[in-house]
């Protein structure tokens, strides 16, 4: 009898800190964008396969927010809600918009689903828009462009499809390739921010003192109708049109941030959302360059978020 309590006991004490460690999220929660891939399969299709994609497509996955991630070598970079770098084929032609890769190359490249897409905040949503493939699929377009994403990219901040036989490259925001310099002229960069940030730092501002910032050093938020214990999210819909979701940011390329309870939180509407202290992060599509703070307070729920995940100018 003794040997089966003591084996109740650490399986109770091993589901306790399961469930702490997901800050009360279904046990499902895992790395920022890991998922399985499988063996290489034979390049096919006019070799637009390269090789590398699995014996069968993954499934669809709704790009939900889109996001502009700063990448050291490629400049501003389109991601999906979960952070996974988003491709365009040159033999694609997006005016008209038009696919040219089916078969093996759409398992090595998945076409990115038309559904439930939102623009990069900032930019012109007209720019997002969907073109229909030849199995009657409707794909994302970006400026005209057919969106992708890569097969062996597998953690957010991927970029292992740049360049690959010359006609693949990573997004920009307004659909063109992305290239160190080459920001999208509708979202210039604010004047006097920083040249690179990390994926979330610390700024010190005059009024509020030190807030959590993006890497583009907007302000980041949270909202009071969340909770942290379980985790959830009451901005759905339309409140995250206005309150992009930050998307998952690795824990090595944040400076000053707390680092327990940083996980990433899967959202029912399939979106990843990065959480500090287990609370969902926010920016504010209102916040137009680095350094506005213009969300602090709006409704009496938003508030900008200090570096252990507290929220900062709120009422006690």
């Known amino acids: 009898m ?7 006991l ?11 460690t997901a800050c009360g999220q279904d046990s499902g929660d895992g790395p920022a964008g890991a998922r399985s891939v499988g063996g290489p399969a034979a390049a096919g299709g006019g070799g637009e396969g390269y090789g590398y994609g699995d014996d069968k497509a993954a499934a669809p996955r709704r790009a939900g927010q889109l996001a502009a991630r700063d990448d050291a070598g490629l400049g501003e970079v389109v991601t999906d809600s979960a952070g996974m770098t988003l491709y365009r084929f040159d033999k ?33 949503p007209s720019a997002v828009g969907s073109v229909t493939r030849a199995d009657g699929s409707r794909q994302l377009t970006l400026g005209g462009r057919p969106l992708y994403r890569f097969a062996r990219d597998t953690e957010a901040g991927d970029v292992k499809g740049q360049g690959v036989g010359g006609t693949w490259f990573a997004a920009a925001p307004d659909g063109g390739k992305a290239a160190p310099g080459a920001r999208d002229a509708r979202r210039p960069a604010a004047s006097g921010a920083p040249a690179a940030l990390p994926g979330m730092s610390v700024r010190k501002d005059p009024e509020l003192g030190e807030i959590v910032v993006d890497s583009r050093g907007r302000t980041v938020y949270r909202f009071t109708k969340d909770s942290a214990w379980p985790m959830k999210s009451a901005c759905t819909g339309a409140c995250l049109t206005t309150w992009p979701a930050v998307p998952p940011v690795p824990k090595e390329k944040t400076v ?49 978020v200090s570096p252990r995940g507290g929220l900062v100018g709120a009422p006690r």
């Open 10 to 20: 650490a399986v109770t004490a091993a589901a306790v800190l399961t469930l702490t």
């Open 256 to 304: 000053g941030i707390r680092q327990k309870g940083y996980v990433v939180h899967h959202r029912p509407d399939g979106v990843k959302q990065q959480a500090v202290d287990c609370w969902p992060l926010y920016t504010f599509s209102g916040d137009t360059k680095a350094g506005d703070t213009n969300g602090q307070g709006v409704g009496g729920t938003w508030y900008a």
């Open 2 to 8: 003794g040997t089966w309590r003591n084996v109740s």
């Open 92 to 124: 694609d032609t997006a005016k008209p918009p038009a696919s040219r890769c089916d078969g093996d190359c759409a398992k090595t490249w998945p076409p990115v689903p038309a559904d439930a897409a939102t623009a990069v905040p900032g930019t012109d």
